[in-house]
């Protein structure tokens, strides 16, 4: 069994920053991609920003140039930084990873989320 855990998450002014984390842990073999979804209250879940095992990354236009995602492979973790936030953030962020367990069965695993709010 592997888990994802976020945290980071809270309450920031408009133009502010906040940093993310997602470490996973359990019965992983490897890593393959990760990545940052988030969702508003009755709106689909929407990807941001993926980060492969060797480091290319992806993002969605609406956070590029702000949010900047990266990882920690010796940790199992991934990150976001996320600069010069704005109101329209204020979403709940989930992480996922693409994980080879120690079955070598492959898996896509979800976190439980972290609220971000920002404050205009």
């Known amino acids: 069994q592997v888990q994802l855990v976020e945290s980071g998450g809270g309450l920031v002014q408009a133009g502010g920053s906040l940093r993310l984390s997602c470490a996973a842990s359990g019965k992983i073999f490897s890593i393959n991609s990760m990545n940052w979804y988030r969702q508003a209250p009755g709106k689909q879940r929407e990807w941001v920003a993926g980060?492969?095992?060797?480091?290319?990354?992806n993002y969605v236009d609406s956070v590029k140039g702000r949010f900047t995602i990266s990882r920690d492979n010796a940790k199992n973790t991934v990150y976001l930084q996320m600069n010069n936030l704005k109101p329209e953030d204020t979403v709940v962020y989930y992480c996922?990873?693409?994980?080879?367990?120690?079955?070598?069965?492959?898996?896509?695993?979800w976190g439980r989320g972290t609220q971000v709010t920002v404050s205009s």
């Open positions: 980060i492969t095992s060797g480091g290319r990354t």
């Open positions: 996922n990873a693409d994980v080879t367990d120690s079955s070598l069965e492959k898996y896509i695993y």
